[in-house]
């Protein structure tokens, strides 16, 4: 199993981002996935959250209205789309896969991609 975050990188506040996590060797579509972030020294929180059909998304209250998650289960890849930035969105941000679905917690995850870099000046 393979997932590969892309679309990083460094922009200043009130500037967008449009993550991407493609993913290879799962069903796509029978995983819920997500979206978690870490910054340095922290842990690694959720982000956002969708479901396998894209019928229902959950995001922590950090994100809300400026954040959405989405899927495509066509072309295997969920993305994140991040507008109104603000400097502490700065951080790694992971997707992740679920088998089980409807968790916020990272521990319920069964699959990682490897990270890409956000960040964001003032």
């Known amino acids: 199993v393979q997932l590969q975050a892309s679309g990083g990188g460094l922009v200043q506040a009130g500037d967008s981002l449009r993550l991407s996590c493609a993913a290879s060797?799962?069903?796509?579509?029978?995983?819920?996935m997500g979206w978690f972030r870490q910054a340095p020294g922290k842990e690694r929180d959720f982000v956002a959250a969708?479901?396998?059909?894209?019928?229902?998304?959950s995001y922590a209250d950090s994100v809300k209205g400026r954040f959405t998650i989405s899927r495509d289960n066509a072309k295997n890849t969920v993305y994140l789309q991040m507008n109104s930035l603000k400097p502490e969105d700065t951080a790694v941000y992971y997707c992740?896969?679920?088998?089980?679905?409807?968790?916020?917690?990272?521990?319920?995850?069964?699959?990682w991609g490897q990270g890409t870099q956000v960040t964001v000046s003032s």
């Open positions: 992740a896969a679920d088998s089980l679905g409807g968790s916020k917690s990272s521990k319920m995850y069964d699959y």
């Open positions: 060797g799962l069903t796509f579509s029978s995983y819920e």
């Open positions: 969708i479901t396998w059909s894209g019928g229902h998304t």
